[in-house]
């Protein structure tokens, strides 16, 4: 009788999840896909932009970096606020704002105009990323959270797939239309659409699983049971959250994996160009291939995580190989093919490691605190997106190639690595 009862209420979550998935999932992806092109497609306006506005390659490596320091400096307000506020409103004002700065980067004409933008458009989209974390963990228990978020965050390589591609045609195929460059209609191509999804999130999304008026009571009752069980044993003050030095070692590791991430995906472009790319519209497309096995590396790891109820050797293992990946790229350095494999084998890895990494905050923090110390983690960790594509744009310019940055990001990517496995979790208490 027991055996029957379990398997009923296994059916019913299997249906009930099956719902939350189509319903919530998606609609996150196709946001947070246009919150990384917007953050990313600057790699591929630097092809046409250097030139028009004679730009260094150190000012475009700072330019590029600057976005981080904007959205470290308000994200934790940002998501401090969102229990009080609610996701829908939240993400609606941010979407509509990151929108609008993003279009507006038609208007640069100068380094300190490109640096203005990118710093605004930081500010504006401060606490997106970790504020879909806080909301997928009301729906979402432990056990399912690291799939959830490899779904949703298959946008940034799906970005990458779409987002090469794409720019580059919007590039050549628009360049002198109405007076405006190819790199100009670009940013309006791409950041237009997030004023709709900004609308869109007041209809589409709901702040909590009571307030969801497509579940039915059986169904809430059934999920709200399930999410309080996973609850018990978390800390739940803030205070406490930054007491926890275990969530400071948390956020070094991920400096070091994003600082990496962003390296490599604001500078992919000019690599593979380097390598003797010179058709803008083949560079999209042979960037895009690093992307694809990004996607295919994060689902697979998401899944095999939640699998095995393991996290920290799913994180820091993908670490440490693409650290030794990256380094493998400076002595491939004149074979084209060669690079390519090892940037996608290295770009797979370390969003393999990313996508594992915002399961485990979930190991020390629940309820509303969870909001504020997501928000503490990436905003401490987020900072690297300033210092790895700066460190490469400072080195290139300082020796004329890519080598001595390259193995620097490698560097970082293994400290990552090293963080992740000396930082035990609560649950690994005691073995």
Not at 311 to 336: K, W
């Amino acid at each position: 009788m027991a055996s029957i009862q379990t398997a009923i209420v296994g059916s019913e979550q299997r249906t009930l999840y099956d719902r939350l998935n189509w319903r919530i999932l998606p609609f996150l992806l196709v946001c947070y896909l246009f919150a990384y092109m917007d953050r990313v497609n600057v790699g591929f306006a630097k092809l046409q932009m250097q030139s028009d506005l004679g730009f260094s390659d150190a000012a475009y490596g700072v330019g590029a970096g600057i976005f981080f320091l904007g959205y470290v400096l308000f994200e934790l307000p940002s998501n401090l606020m969102l229990p009080r506020v609610g996701a829908r409103k939240t993400f609606s004002r941010i979407l509509v704002l990151w929108g609008i700065t993003s279009a507006c980067m038609l208007f640069v004409r100068n380094v300190h105009m490109f640096y203005g933008m990118r710093f605004l458009l930081g500010i504006f989209e401060a606490g997106f990323a970790p504020g879909m974390i806080f909301y997928l963990s009301r729906w979402y228990g432990p056990s399912r959270m690291a799939r959830a978020i490899a779904i949703v965050f298959l946008a940034g390589p799906i970005g990458g797939i779409v987002g090469g591609p794409v720019s580059a045609w919007l590039m050549t195929s628009l360049a002198g239309t109405a007076g405006l460059a190819g790199w100009q209609w670009m940013f309006l191509a791409e950041g237009l659409p997030c004023v709709l999804l900004g609308v869109l999130t007041l209809f589409v999304l709901s702040d909590r699983p009571s307030q969801a008026r497509w579940l039915g009571d059986d169904e809430k009752r059934l999920l709200q049971a399930e999410l309080e069980t996973a609850q018990t044993g978390q800390a739940h003050s803030f205070k406490a959250v930054l007491r926890n030095p275990k969530v400071y070692l948390l956020a070094c590791a991920y400096f070091c994996i994003i600082a990496s991430i962003y390296a490599l995906s604001f500078w992919l472009p000019t690599i593979v160009k380097s390598e003797g790319v010179d058709d803008t519209i083949l560079l999209g497309w042979y960037t895009a291939i690093p992307y694809v096995g990004a996607a295919v590396g994060m689902y697979a790891i998401g899944r095999r995580s939640d699998a095995c109820g393991e996290r920290r050797y799913h994180s820091s293992i993908p670490a440490l190989l693409a650290a030794v990946l990256l380094s493998l790229c400076v002595l491939a350095d004149g074979h084209l093919v060669a690079v390519l494999i090892l940037l996608t084998l290295a770009t797979t890895m370390l969003w393999m490691a990313y996508t594992v990494f915002w399961a485990i905050p979930a190991q020390y923090i629940k309820g509303d605190a969870a909001a504020g110390g997501i928000a503490l983690i990436n905003t401490i960790g987020l900072s690297g997106g300033f210092w790895g594509p700066a460190i490469i744009g400072w080195t290139k310019t300082a020796t004329g190639n890519l080598h001595l940055g390259l193995l620097i990001v490698a560097a970082v990517a293994c400290c990552g690595a090293v963080l992740l496995v000396v930082n035990r979790l609560p649950s690994e208490a005691g073995r």
